[in-house]
């Protein structure tokens, strides 16, 4: 087991190491100033970006910690939104078969569309970019999470569901005691698909609203032709989905449970 | 007086080719005196499970009811509480919330102090201190049902029933939780309907057996009085001309006359 992860690891970096050689290899002798920029120029932007993440010269001009902290507001607005909306439609749509039947030929028509399908009507509706951008990660959170408790919930054991019945708890006790546990592993499965699925939307949102946030800044720095900052981005984007992820991860690995 | 009275219950199951219904026993009827603790002995698929849960509420009787203390039963309730086969604890739970959980609704009204004090003291009644914040998977079968059995008993239900509470724990621990559950009866004297299908362990534990004929369609063929002094030695009981009496009888039953189904009456 040890011995296999010293092999991942080393595995691993010869692999990026291989990579990056061949990027700056490939780079190294096209003329100065054009071409895709390689892997160290992107490494002295990340060193410039990283120095002063919090810099504000204006609309156009903001550092990357800024624009990343305007992404992140608007994930946890709506995806917190959209879970709560999730798994309280969810948890209904589970402990009842008759509804969940009814309601689920709905729900298989509007999952697979796009979020930023939705994006007209909310600009139409609300009249606000910012508030459309929210609704539209709210509309990504939604259906993973939603499916997944519906499910959880519909296959909870019905020896957990008789102990409940027999000690008479009310419906409050019964949900908090005995239903969201005994479906949480299945509910915060959700929750990690529909956080990935929201922080993908969120970039391309923002593309479209402008303003502020990730996906404005590596629109506007296409404009500007600052492939270098364009690519620093992606890294970044990048690192932060894996950190929203492990969180989400450490929270599941919390609510297992082994029968 | 009659305190649970089981009232001519048939139990039919939509039949397995789809249409119409397979009869599981018809007409069963008996009663349980108050502190009385009388055992259901039959083969499997005699419905003695069944019968159990339609006394729990969790299932209904296609005839008949079930009067507990001259109320109709027709929901689960705190009254019954029923300790399974399969243990059904809460696995996210510790032992100590599993049972708290229990006692809790049992005495809405008890301080936390309370709760915790009651959960403690059964915790040590059946031998499970220091393992107060594991959970179930990280006990055995045999200590799992201690739990479900403390989880029971520290409701103070009416009625308890077990339903082949020690079917899934292996044999050794099997006999000192069966000497742990007559010690807690003995204390608490309970009304007790047990489902099994060990014979040594209804001759040990009851006063009276009620054998059923083999299913489908199975009735209630005999109520066996055991009529062997309190409290019961397993050691002892194994030269009492008694015991061995109404082990041969029952097993002969259960070997030879239960086949006959509806026709024996």
């Not at chain 2, 100590?96 to 959960?119: D, H, K, M, T, Y």
């Not at chain 2, 489902?195 to 059923?212: F, P």
Request: glycine share 10%; hydrophobic share 50%; with cysteine.
């Amino acid at each position: 087991m040890r011995h296999d992860r010293a092999r991942v690891m080393l595995i691993s970096l010869l692999l990026g190491t291989i990579f990056v050689g061949a990027w700056q290899a490939a780079v190294v002798r096209q003329p100065k100033g054009k071409g895709l920029p390689g892997p160290a120029a992107v490494a002295v932007e990340a060193w410039e970006t990283l120095r002063h993440p919090f810099y504000d010269n204006g609309p156009n001009d903001k550092g990357i910690g800024l624009q990343l902290g305007a992404s992140l507001g608007r994930l946890v607005v709506g995806y917190v939104a959209g879970s709560a909306v999730a798994i309280m439609l969810g948890v209904t749509l589970g402990l009842s078969p008759v509804l969940y039947r009814a309601v689920n030929p709905y729900i298989q028509v509007l999952k697979p569309v796009s979020p930023l399908a939705w994006m007209p009507l909310f600009l139409y509706t609300l009249k606000d970019s910012g508030q459309s951008a929210i609704l539209v990660i709210f509309m990504s959170s939604l259906w993973p999470t939603l499916a997944n408790t519906a499910f959880g919930v519909a296959s909870i054991k019905r020896d957990y569901l008789n102990v409940a019945a027999i000690l008479q708890l009310g419906w409050l006790r019964r949900l908090v005691t005995v239903v969201l546990p005994a479906a949480a592993p299945a509910i915060v499965a959700g929750l990690r698909i529909s956080i990935g699925s929201a922080w993908i939307a969120i970039v391309a949102a923002e593309m479209l609203i402008g303003g502020t946030g990730i996906g404005y800044f590596v629109w506007n720095e296409w404009n500007n032709l600052q492939l270098t900052s364009v690519i620093f981005a992606i890294l970044a984007i990048g690192l932060i989905g894996v950190l929203l992820d492990a969180g989400l991860g450490r929270l599941s690995r919390a609510l297992a449970y082994s029968e | 007086m009659d305190f649970l009275v089981v009232d001519h219950v048939t139990k039919n199951f939509p039949a397995a080719s789809g249409s119409g219904e397979t009869c599981v026993f018809r007409d069963v009827a008996f009663t349980i005196a108050e502190g009385e603790f009388l055992t259901m002995v039959g083969h499997s698929g005699c419905g003695k499970s069944t019968l159990l849960n339609i006394i729990a509420g969790l299932e209904r009787s296609t005839a008949g009811g079930v009067v507990l203390s001259g109320r109709q039963i027709a929901e689960p309730g705190m009254d019954r509480m029923v300790v399974f086969q399969n243990f059904s604890l809460m696995p996210w739970m510790t032992v100590f919330e599993n049972i708290r959980l229990a006692v809790r609704a049992a005495f809405p009204g008890w301080s936390r102090a309370q709760v915790n004090a009651c959960v403690q003291r059964w915790i040590t009644t059946v031998g499970l201190g220091g393992s107060e914040s594991k959970r179930p998977a990280a006990l055995s079968g045999g200590m799992r049902q201690r739990v479900g059995l403390a989880r029971a008993f520290s409701t103070e239900p009416k009625v308890l029933l077990l339903d082949e509470p020690f079917a899934q724990i292996d044999a050794l621990t099997r006999g000192v939780i069966q000497d742990e559950l007559m010690r807690m009866w003995t204390a608490s004297r309970n009304t007790v309907f047990m489902v099994t299908h060990d014979v040594d362990e209804a001759i040990l534990l009851s006063d009276r057996i009620a054998l059923m004929t083999s299913g489908p369609g199975a009735r209630l063929a005999e109520l066996v009085e055991v009529k062997l002094a309190r409290p019961r030695r397993r050691s002892e009981l194994i030269d009492d001309p008694e015991y061995l009496r109404l082990r041969t009888h029952i097993l002969r039953f259960l070997v030879e006359g239960s086949g006959q189904g509806g026709s024996h009456g």
